[in-house]
């Protein structure tokens, strides 16, 4: 049956019964490809079934679908023509695991970030009506990503505009963890509600709640079974907020799916459809543990076991490192944007219930709490992934910086982190916070560092950001730890050729270029850079005027980061005739493929890095 689905027009050819073998088969085949080359599996198991009604009651890209998080749209690639391709999934110059509008028209929209769905549909939907147009714009969102305050803000927005537009809640019970809140509260209480079914929607209700009747829809009541009996629209807080709610549906049946479909379809105004479905569906091991296969590497599918063998990771080296600076210092709380796992948090929270806080996909609402915390004395430490931080800009500037209270900002998954793509890269993060005033900006270069900068922070006394990459800590063994001062840099290596001036992971592969570079009798100072602010100014303004020969290297953007600092500490210095080079990311988003790749492409290799300080300073002897 897949082999034969190129199109949406092929599924909707389709029987029920086909559709149904269709979801077995599509299942069968994500399992496949994500096994070998890693991906969001739970999430897309879990809407095999409402993709396939989607596409067989709306028409794209006539029809818009925004997909929240855009993490599920595996299925909805398979459908739209990119069965094949879904192979080259994640992979460099493959497709995308993401919506992506250039590599499909049927995606409308680009997501990765959570919660963005419903404000995006609402502004087509407003689009659509100053244009005189007429089409479905439909926002498919999780129940995590509903806690979201963008899709609460859109929420708000929505019932009041009355703008036809369809929410799709697809309610699994799970954000990457079980979800959390008062909305998960009110959600589990719509659970309990007879589910519905095409044969227990009342005609005469029906008739008279919906005010607008197309004459589809008369067909769809008509067709309906006798006996009918009750209308299953509670009348609680979506109804109230100005939504028409329908619900709640089973997200794997494809008949009752379909039928609610084309039901919202005639509705004129805002309505939400409450899908419930299982996360990790048919695949009996992800069904068990939907957190562990929410997000995956390469797989065994026979035993769910990971390919690769599991080493530790900065994140985990933090949550270790926490647990035993919390049992010093009862002050310190974790926070946690509902990423306990992912930023290395579960032993925290296993052993400090209390004094651990998972508040939902809502990073703003995580510094703005923390910053509340800080306040009243406490010591908040809130790792959050690089590119998330991105929402909470302002909480870091008015809330946390202006009132310079101490918290701890982990900045998780900084750098490039490979398959997840541009959505998901973390080059941003030093050039948004080096505005800043009052904040430390720290990196470290090992898994020793990390531990020792996290004991420094949670002393310091002031916002502090600590920026770590994705997995494991670089083979490099360094020879010595100097303890870490405010504003202090190490000096690894002295030399009186050039200097090196290195942040975080970056500081590694400096030492093995210097160490390169030393059997040519080119003597390179290395400089650990430490603190991006306050910048050792100093300690790099006396190795440049040594050497006359700086390079920098970062991972991050090329603006406002390392090389920015380091540039400007020339010109404010008045250091001349200064031979100055800039390894950073260029002023774009990096799209997915491994670390490994992108480095080599936008020469943050050492081959490439070692090749340009050579030229450098052969150009200076060739001068001289
Ligand atoms: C702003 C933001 N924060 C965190 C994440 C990481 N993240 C990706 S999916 C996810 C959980 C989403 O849960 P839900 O919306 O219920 O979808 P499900 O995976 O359960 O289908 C999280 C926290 C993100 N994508 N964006």
Partial sequence: MIEKINSPEDVKKLNLQEKEQLAEEIRKYILEVVSENGGHLASNLGVVELSIALHSVFDLPKDKIIWDVGHQTYVHK???????????????????????????????FNTGHSSTSISAALGM???????????SVLAVIGDGALTGGMALEALNDAGYSQSKLTVILNDN??????????????????????????????????????????????????????GIKQ???????????????????????????????????????????????????GYEIAEKNPDRFHATGPFDIKTGKSKKEKKPDYSKIMGETLVELAHENDKIVAITASMKDGTGL??????????????????????????????????????????????????????????????????DRAGIVGADGETHQGTLDMAFFRLVPNVVILAPKNFEELKEMLEFAVTLN?????????????SYHFKMQEKIVLGKAEVLKEGTDITIVAIGKTVARAMKIAEKLEKEEIQAEVINCRFLKPLDTQTIKESIEKTKTVITIEDGTSINGLGTAVEELIIEEKLENIDFQKFAYPDEFIKHGSVEELEKIYGLDEENILKKAEELIRTKCSII
């Avoid at 609680?236 to 084309?262: A, C, T, W």
């Avoid at 990073?363 to 909470?392: C, D, N, T, W």
């Avoid at 002031?462 to 920026?467: D, N, Q, T």
């Fill in 346 to 411: 579960s032993a925290f929270a296993k052993e400090f219930p209390d004094r651990f806080f998972d508040i939902g996909i809502a990073e703003q609402h995580a510094l703005g709490l923390a910053a509340g915390m800080a306040k009243e004395g406490m010591i908040p430490v809130v790792p959050i992934y690089s590119s998330f931080y991105q929402r909470a800009y302002d909480q870091v500037i008015h809330d946390i910086a202006m009132q310079q209270l101490p918290v701890v900002m982990c900045v």
């Fill in 173 to 226: 019970e799970m954000s990457i963890s079980k979800n959390i809140g008062g909305l998960n509260m009110l959600l589990s209480k719509l659970r309990t509600k007879k589910m519905y079914t095409k044969s227990n929607v009342s005609i005469k209700k029906m008739l008279n709640k919906i005010p607008v009747i197309g004459k589809s829809l008369v067909k769809i009541i008509r067709r309906a079974k006798r």
């Fill in 78 to 108: 398979i459908i739209t023509g990119r069965r094949e391709a879904l192979k080259t999934l994640r992979k460099l110059n493959g497709i995308a695991g993401f919506p992506k509008t250039n590599e499909s028209e049927t995606d409308c």
């Fill in 125 to 135: 939907a407003r689009a659509r009506d100053l244009k005189g147009e007429k089409h």
């Fill in 231 to 281: 209308l299953i629209i509670p009348k609680m807080f979506f109804e109230d907020i100005g939504f028409r709610y329908l619900g709640p549906v089973d997200g794997h049946n494809i008949e009752q799916l379909e039928s609610l479909l084309k039901i919202s379809k005639q509705l004129d105004g805002p309505v939400i459809i409450h899908v419930l479905t299982k996360k990790g569906k």
């Fill in 462 to 474: 002031k916002p502090v950001v600590i920026r770590y990459p994705r997995g494991g800590e670089d």
